[in-house]
Nanobody, 126 residues
């Protein structure tokens, strides 16, 4: 069973930064799609950043482009989301997610994510 465990959420003021981490148990040497999603109260879940771990390819939602950076450390088996210049509208519960390597052969943002973390809260105050 693959487990994803997020950490790094918290409360910051507008313009501040946070870095979220997601440790992937049973990470493999095979490449796969991984991503960060968020869900604010009363809103649908949205994908904000995606990465194919075997390449430099990254994908971002327009709302976070230029402010958020997704990365993956193969040795640490950890996915990161660096969030800079945070805004109140970034307030949400953030989830990391992954696709099994065998199912990662398409466009990462549109795949069905099979493994999910428990979520970590990010709150940005004005």
């Amino acid at each position: 069973q693959v487990r994803l465990v997020e950490s790094g959420g918290g409360s910051v003021q507008t313009g501040g930064s946070l870095r979220l981490s997601c440790e992937v148990s049973r990470d493999t040497y095979s490449s796969y799609c991984a991503g960060w999603f968020r869900q604010a109260p009363g809103k649908e879940r949205e994908g904000v950043a995606f990465k194919y771990t075997g390449s430099y390819s990254t994908y971002y939602a327009d709302s976070v482009k230029g402010r958020f950076t997704i990365s993956h450390d193969n040795r640490a088996k950890t996915l990161y989301l660096q969030m800079d210049n945070l805004k109140p509208e970034d307030t949400a519960t953030y989830y990391c997610a992954a696709v099994h390597p065998l199912n990662s052969g398409g466009y990462c943002p549109t795949l069905t994510y099979e493994y999910w973390g428990q979520g970590t809260q990010v709150t940005v105050s004005s």
